[in-house]
């Protein structure tokens, strides 16, 4: 999995359709993309790191595996943060 597709995951008011809507482009091509099957064009990588608030070689590396559990209590962290303006 790309980090791409984790870091939407984490974020999870993020669905691939909110995601597809800031990039132009359908949820369908915005799932190609995040598993490595679509490259995208340069207009959208731009847009994906000014989405995400990472650069692109960080979006496309490799994802490092996590345990589900890890993974539940970061998009708490996150949640918590975001609604809080922390």
Do not use: C
Not at 4 to 28: C, D, F, N, P
């Amino acid at each position: 999995m790309l980090r791409l597709k984790q870091e939407r995951l984490i974020r999870t008011e993020w669905t691939l359709e909110y995601v597809a809507s800031h990039l132009g482009i359908t949820s369908q091509a915005v799932s190609l993309i995040e598993l490595g099957k679509r490259k995208p064009s340069y207009d959208v990588l731009v847009k994906l790191e000014a989405l995400f608030g990472l650069t692109h070689d960080v979006l496309f590396a490799n994802a490092k595996p996590m345990e589900s559990e890890q993974d539940s209590r970061m998009a708490s962290a996150y949640n918590v943060a975001m609604n809080h303006n922390i």
